[in-house]
Every structure is written in C-alpha cells, then in structure tokens.
C-alpha cells in the first residue's frame, strides 16, 4: 500500500486542526479561494433528513477540495472533509445568521436532548471513502440570562447549533452519548480509521 506523510484539511475550523494534532496527523489546509462559494453548499434542500443532509454536504465539499487541490497544482495527497449538523428531530439548526438566532436556538435547544452529527470524507487518489458519527448532547433548562450571556461572548457564531461544547455552555450539559470529538466537529476513531486504511503514516 501507498503511504502517505501528510494529507490536507478542506476545513476552517481550528478545532478540527487541534483534533488531528492530537491524532498525529500532520496536514496542510486546502481553504476554498475567494472566488468560491463555500456556503452555498450548506445550503438546506426542502424535505432532507438531517443525516442525509449532513452526508450531502460533506461529500460536496470533498468534491470541491479534490477539484482545487488540481487546479492550484499542489502535490498529490488524501484530501479531508468533514461537516457538522445539529438537529432536532428533522429541524436542521445551522450556523446563527446574528445574535437573536443564535439566542432563538438555545432557547429551542435549553432542557431537551439533540443529535450531533459529524460526517467525514476522505478522498486518496480514485478512493472514497467515508463515515458518519451521531451523537446526542442533552442541555439543561437555562435561563435567560445564562443564553444571552454566552451568545454576548461570540462564542456560537460559526458553529452549527450556536455552541461549542469546549466551551462555557458545558457547564448547562447534563450529558452526551456518543463521540466528544464528533461533537466537537471531528470524531476521531472514525476519522483515523479512514485514514489508516489510505496509509496515511501517523507521527509517533
């Protein structure tokens, strides 16, 4: 099997940076160019299963990394994908557009339990391969002035479901089930087994 000393990472998210660290996986970003429209492939389609949706998405995005990664001309290497999706039930809560979103979905999501979903993708040469972890987070009933504070600290903007579970919300977590590091945007075990079988060599 071919190995592979470096892959890139098709994502913004500092946190998925710091997961793969901690995984030993040395990697490049590979960041959409100004001309691009990233967010127009979050875009939700009427009617779509949130699991699906989240799979959707992250199989676009690999598909728009492989294409940039040729088109600059960059060494050949496994390109990495992953997206992040909160739903409850089958409502899809996204990024927060502003503040009052961002304090409408905590109200939504205060003293009740919701699905995290994380999909990974990986492309090394003609290969595809691909996973998905779903977890559930169960909040506290929070008050108020404990939602407003925290949408006050920028913290929620950028994130799906407007949290970041290593945050100061963790103190309103009552439990979660499942992957912490796919709730975080990258769930690991997954994600290093679909890099171990494209030989991607992991730093001792």
Same mark, same amino acid.
């Given at each position: 099997?071919?190995?592979?000393?470096?892959?890139?990472?098709?994502?913004?998210?500092?946190?998925?940076?710091?997961?793969?660290?901690?995984?030993?996986?040395?990697?490049?970003?590979?960041?959409?160019?100004?001309?691009?429209?990233?967010?127009?492939?979050?875009?939700?389609?009427?009617?779509?299963?949130?699991?699906?949706?989240?799979?959707?998405?992250?199989?676009?995005?690999?598909?728009? #990394? !492989? %294409?940039?990664?040729?088109? =600059?001309?960059?060494?050949? $290497?496994?390109?990495?994908?992953?997206?992040?999706?909160? +739903?409850?039930?089958?409502?899809?809560?996204?990024?927060?557009?502003?503040?009052?979103?961002?304090?409408?979905?905590?109200?939504?999501?205060?003293?009740?339990?919701?699905?995290?979903?994380? #999909? !990974? %993708?990986?492309?090394?040469? =003609?290969?595809?391969?691909? $996973?998905?972890?779903?977890?559930?987070?169960?909040?506290? +009933?929070?008050?108020?002035?404990?939602?407003?504070?925290?949408?006050?600290?920028?913290?929620?903007?950028?994130?799906?479901?407007?949290?970041?579970?290593?945050?100061?919300?963790?103190?309103?977590?009552?439990?979660?089930?499942?992957?912490?590091?796919?709730?975080?945007?990258?769930?690991?075990?997954?994600?290093?087994?679909?890099?171990?079988?494209?030989?991607?060599?992991?730093?001792?």
């Amino acid at each position: 099997m071919k190995t592979h000393a470096f892959i890139y990472l098709a994502s913004q998210s500092p946190r998925r940076r710091q997961l793969l660290d901690q995984l030993g996986v040395r990697h490049e970003l590979l960041l959409a160019s100004p001309d691009e429209d990233a967010e127009a492939l979050e875009e939700h389609v009427a009617g779509e299963a949130p699991a699906v949706y989240c799979e959707r998405v992250t199989q676009l995005k690999l598909a728009a #990394a !492989v %294409a940039r990664m040729k088109k =600059r001309g960059l060494p050949p $290497a496994p390109v990495l994908c992953a997206d992040t999706t909160v +739903a409850l039930g089958r409502r899809i809560f996204g990024k927060p557009v502003d503040a009052d979103d961002a304090v409408a979905t905590l109200q939504r999501l205060s003293g009740r339990t919701h699905r995290v979903m994380t #999909a !990974v %993708a990986l492309a090394s040469g =003609r290969a595809r391969t691909s $996973a998905l972890s779903v977890s559930t987070v169960r909040f506290a +009933a929070m008050p108020p002035h404990a939602v407003e504070a925290y949408v006050a600290s920028g913290e929620p903007f950028g994130k799906a479901g407007a949290y970041a579970i290593q945050s100061r919300i963790a103190a309103w977590i009552e439990r979660i089930g499942g992957s912490y590091s796919g709730i975080m945007g990258l769930p690991l075990h997954e994600t290093a087994q679909l890099l171990l079988q494209a030989g991607v060599l992991f730093e001792e």
